[in-house]
């Protein structure tokens, strides 16, 4: 039974990933679900872009461990040198982690 007093994150690994100017990204989305039946959903209107901070290759025996390259993390991509702050939260280009608006 699911216990409707707890947050709950719904997601699926995707084995070709669509790429943003060939890195791996998230989208991180808020939405209201007031009911299913009829659906009433409401998005809010800002978000967030997360990207790695190593090009995507599909993953190898050399590769799979490059977290930076396979995952969107933040904890895990801000540590690597190239990350990239976002300067600018009107600027939806610039950074690894950026305002979806």
Known sequence: PIDYNTTLV????IAKPYLLDGYKFDLRLYVLVL???????????QGLVRLATVPYVAPTQKNLLKQTMHLTNYAINVKNPDFEENT???DSHDGHKRSLQ
């Open 88 to 90: 600018n939260p009107e």
């Open 35 to 45: 009911g299913c039946d009829p659906l009433r959903v409401f998005l809010h209107e």
């Open 10 to 13: 719904a997601q699926r690994y």
